[in-house]
């Protein structure tokens, strides 16, 4: 019970995120956009630093699957951090050349690396809940009809049978350099 209770914080954490990002670039003087950047940078490196220490309690609780899960998603998060990192130096060369198209498309970038962090962020914090605990002690029952092991479903007693001694099963044909 006490998972869904977090699941259901970490997502309306991250709702919250996606709906306070700034405004689009159009109604952002050049400094807003500068701050909004560097915001977006730090941002995202507090994401990895977070999972890198979510990464180190699966390494101290052996959690393989959990340390899996994190690490592909950090090296995902690693990748954003790049793309706004190029995105914010391309997004000052376009401030100072005064490119307003250049300067939305950079902004834009940075805003959408930001927000699939954000994504990136909730998923690692899901890695490893949805493990199912079954309490109770485990049954296997098994029933097998064949006497000729390895035993292939559907294949009964009957079904294997051995070809006559002179049949040939695997004719020479014509063509065959070895007639």
Do not use: W
Not at 2 to 27: D, G, N, R
Not at 36 to 55: C, E, F, H, Q
Not at 71 to 91: D, R
Request: hydrophobic fraction near 40%; aromatic fraction near 4%.
């Amino acid at each position: 019970m006490k998972k869904y209770h977090v699941t259901f914080f970490v997502l309306a954490c991250t709702s919250f995120l996606m709906l306070a990002s700034p405004a689009p670039a159009q109604a952002q003087d050049g400094s807003q956009m500068l701050n909004a950047a560097d915001a977006a940078v730090m941002r995202i490196t507090s994401i990895i630093d977070r999972g890198g220490s979510l990464l180190d309690e699966a390494r101290e609780a052996s959690d393989i699957a959990r340390m899996d899960c994190i690490n592909t998603l950090l090296v995902n998060a690693k990748g954003f951090l790049s793309i706004a990192q190029n995105g914010s130096t391309n997004l000052r060369d376009a401030l100072s050349r005064n490119d307003q198209p250049a300067q939305t498309h950079h902004y834009k970038l940075i805003q959408l690396a930001v927000d699939r962090s954000n994504n990136i962020e909730a998923s690692m914090l899901q890695c490893g809940a949805s493990v199912v605990e079954v309490s109770g002690e485990t049954r296997l029952e098994t029933t097998r009809t064949c006497k000729i092991e390895p035993c292939l479903s559907g294949e009964s007693d009957d079904s294997l049978t051995k070809p006559p001694a002179n049949t040939i099963l695997d004719p020479i044909v014509d063509a065959s350099p070895f007639r």
